[in-house]
T-cell receptor, first 109, second 114 residues
């Protein structure tokens, strides 16, 4: 059965810290790995990764995919209180998108 | 604002009842996806329509059905409601028929079954 597992489930850090969120996946006919940020409302898109080893960056956020180890990480540097959210990872196959249960990140001032 | 609209925002109903959730995709998007998000199950894919046709099916119960109309808006029908159906229901849209493209999520409909 297809599954996406995220770790840790929750994380509490101080502003300025760097965090790494983990996502492992087993998805039939895997096509891409997507990261979303959810702040008490609808998920918003962060990254889509399709190739191994190529880092995607957006400001303080970056992500990379390892298709051999079926793994992705999301890094956030110099965290801010506005980064507090649930971060969702999803693996897309040919006919489905499977989400992990998310990592709840709390950034304290 | 993603450009995807969902109505109603909140819905409270009793067990055994039937409800209809409505979604309008972003302008130009042909794909509509429905998701259910509950505390214990996380975000679960239910069903996808592309340009009026059912494209993919996920963990959708037989009591649930959906359709996409010629103007591309979609409706999710939930019948014989049970307490366990209480959840946040999201609609998302994308331009392409496959799951490999970015999906834009609507604000969700919170369904409470009492």
């Amino acid at each position: 059965e297809d599954k996406v597992v995220q770790s840790p489930l929750s994380l509490v850090v101080h502003e300025g810290d760097t965090v790494t969120l983990n996502c492992s996946y087993e998805v039939t006919n895997f096509r891409s790995l997507l990261w979303y940020k959810q702040e008490k409302k609808a998920p918003t898109f962060l990254f889509m990764l399709t190739s191994s080893g190529i880092e995607k960056k957006s400001g303080r956020l970056s992500s990379i995919l390892d298709k051999k180890e079926l793994f992705s990480i999301l890094n956030i540097t110099a965290t801010q209180t506005g980064d507090s959210a649930v971060y969702l990872c999803a693996g897309s196959g040919s006919e489905k998108l499977v989400f992990g249960k998310g990592t709840k990140l709390t950034v304290n001032p | 604002d993603s450009g995807v609209t969902q109505t109603p925002k909140h819905l409270i109903t009793a067990t055994g009842q039937r409800v209809t959730l409505r979604c309008s995709p972003r302008s130009g998007d042909l794909s509509v996806y429905w998701y259910q998000q509950s505390l214990d199950q996380g975000l679960q894919f239910l069903i996808q329509y592309y340009n009026g046709e059912e494209r993919a099916k996920g963990n959708i119960l037989e009591r649930f059905s959906a359709q996409q109309f010629p103007d591309l808006h979609s409706e999710l029908n939930l019948s014989s409601l049970e307490l366990g159906d209480s959840a946040l229901y999201f609609c998302a849209s994308s331009v392409a028929p496959t799951f490999t493209y970015e999906q834009y999520f609507g604000p969700g409909t919170r369904l409470t079954v009492t």
